[in-house]
């Protein structure tokens, strides 16, 4: 579905990639694992095309490496950023229906958001902001779902509300996810990669191959 091959990137002169070679499959979800500054961001720009890459980037077998960010996105490549990127000013709707018009599919997802579907979103929690943001990213109908550390700063609680709503969707939506938080990502995501200092050191192929690793 969405695959990288000897992908590197570039901000200047500076070489932030070194060649990462990942695939995430129709129906799976994918976790790209790595510490601070590893290059996890800088590798979601390369596949969007918003920074200077060399390498290639498929898309259903089609390379799309010279496409624009916007066309990548047509295609179905959706995006939840880091940060989440709403609107805080404007209602949970009226960030929604920015994405698309099917609000029965983000309320189904997130029931409550639909009770606080006139609330603004700097009035939110930020596990209810991120669930917006999921929400929004879905609601464009993508075929694969990229997320950027959506754990940073949640709790627990919030966490496996996010994780079971992403372990539902993922056999329609494929899924690649950048985090630093180990035990949520593989609380849904099927296999991954360890990215350090820009290179892949270590793919796995399990939740439980990864915690022996981490926490043993
Ligand atoms: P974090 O978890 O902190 O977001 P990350 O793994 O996502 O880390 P990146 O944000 O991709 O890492 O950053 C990788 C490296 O690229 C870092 O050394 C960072 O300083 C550098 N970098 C990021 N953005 C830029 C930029 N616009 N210009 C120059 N260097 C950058």
Redesign the pocket.
Known sequence: MLKTEDLKAF??K?Q?LNGVNAEVNRGEAVAIL??????????I?AILGLVETEGKVFFNGTDISSLKPHERVRLGIGVCP?GRGLFPNMTVEENLLLAGDDLDLAYSLFPKLKNRRNQLVKQMSGGEQQMVAIARALISKPKVLIL??PSMGLAPKVLKEIAGVLKEIKREVSILI?E?NVKFAMSFADRGYV?VK?SIVKEFESKEEIEKLYFT
């Open positions: 901000y200047g500076a932030i790595g510490p601070n500054g590893a290059g996890k961001t800088t590798l720009r880091e950027d550390e950048v630093q990215l820009g």
